[in-house]
């Protein structure tokens, strides 16, 4: 396994950020403010995280990486059905009495206690608000006529809290539906071939909807300096953090 590229802390941003390095290598606390009171974000490894605000937790993701020591959820957003997204023995391990786990079809066969929500459908959770956007290859496949990601399939997620609007890309080329997202605060953005994109790629879709703060994510093999050097003058936050 490849360790990624990291730069460390930066500090000055639009929204206020914290960093503390867990005893988990590939963890960071990242914090941010919004109306409803500060937002905790715990990276864990590749596409999975937590979001904590308001007394609550919402877990993305739980698939790869050790989750010893996070707390349960309220609330788990699962993605996509392949391996690196959805592993059931951890999603039981972070679930509790009461967690409602949101999904889209295809996982809720194998999840089959899962809230469906398909592309375009929001869900209100108490102080949250979550809505399914499309993730899916343009171009890229197993073999010809084939995408790694059909379109539908999978959801990529827009979470606002407080009025802080956090973008979960999912596995994704630049999609239209992507490049037209608006008021994006915080945006969680793949980049690993030959399942997503390239660095390239990543950026300018980043550069079409400009969200404040960006995080690439699910990036194992991919070269980050490029993602950070075709951002920079932009204004667009660029946080490298080590999900490896």
């Given at each position: 396994m490849r360790r990624a590229y990291n730069t460390g802390m930066k500090t000055a941003s639009i929204l206020a950020c914290t960093l503390a390095v867990s005893a988990f290598a590939a963890r960071s606390v990242e914090e941010f403010k919004t109306s409803a009171g500060a937002l905790k974000i715990t990276t864990v490894m590749h596409a999975g995280f937590t979001i904590e605000a308001g007394g609550q937790v919402i877990v993305v993701d739980p698939a790869m990486g050790s989750w010893d020591g996070l707390p349960a959820a309220d609330v788990i957003l699962i993605t996509d059905i392949h391996g690196d997204?959805?592993?059931?023995?951890?999603?039981?391990?972070?679930?509790?009495?009461?967690?409602?786990?949101?999904?889209?079809?295809?996982?809720?066969?194998?999840?089959?206690?899962?809230?469906?929500?398909?592309?375009?459908?929001?869900?209100?959770?108490?102080?949250?608000?979550?809505?399914?956007?499309?993730?899916?290859?343009?171009?890229?496949?197993?073999?010809?006529?084939?995408?790694?990601?059909?379109?539908?399939?999978?959801?990529?997620?827009?979470?606002?809290?407080?009025?802080?609007?956090?973008?979960?890309?999912?596995?994704?080329?630049?999609?239209?539906?992507?490049?037209?997202?608006?008021?994006?605060?915080?945006a969680f953005i793949p980049m690993n071939l030959p399942y997503t994109m390239p660095p390239e790629e990543a950026a300018d879709a980043v550069k079409a909807f400009h969200p404040k703060v960006v995080y690439p994510y699910h990036y194992m093999g991919s070269d980050l300096k490029v993602f950070e050097a075709a951002l920079k003058g932009t204004g667009i936050d660029v946080r490298i953090r080590n999900w490896y």
């Amino acid at each position: 396994m490849r360790r990624a590229y990291n730069t460390g802390m930066k500090t000055a941003s639009i929204l206020a950020c914290t960093l503390a390095v867990s005893a988990f290598a590939a963890r960071s606390v990242e914090e941010f403010k919004t109306s409803a009171g500060a937002l905790k974000i715990t990276t864990v490894m590749h596409a999975g995280f937590t979001i904590e605000a308001g007394g609550q937790v919402i877990v993305v993701d739980p698939a790869m990486g050790s989750w010893d020591g996070l707390p349960a959820a309220d609330v788990i957003l699962i993605t996509d059905i392949h391996g690196d997204h959805l592993a059931p023995p951890l999603i039981a391990k972070m679930k509790k009495a009461g967690t409602t786990i949101i999904a889209p079809a295809a996982v809720a066969k194998t999840v089959t206690e899962a809230t469906v929500l398909n592309n375009g459908q929001s869900k209100t959770i108490g102080a949250w608000t979550i809505e399914a956007v499309p993730m899916y290859n343009l171009k890229r496949g197993p073999s010809e006529g084939k995408l790694f990601h059909d379109k539908g399939r999978g959801n990529g997620y827009v979470v606002t809290y407080g009025g802080l609007r956090l973008y979960i890309a999912g596995d994704t080329e630049s999609v239209a539906e992507m490049r037209a997202l608006k008021n994006i605060d915080v945006a969680f953005i793949p980049m690993n071939l030959p399942y997503t994109m390239p660095p390239e790629e990543a950026a300018d879709a980043v550069k079409a909807f400009h969200p404040k703060v960006v995080y690439p994510y699910h990036y194992m093999g991919s070269d980050l300096k490029v993602f950070e050097a075709a951002l920079k003058g932009t204004g667009i936050d660029v946080r490298i953090r080590n999900w490896y």
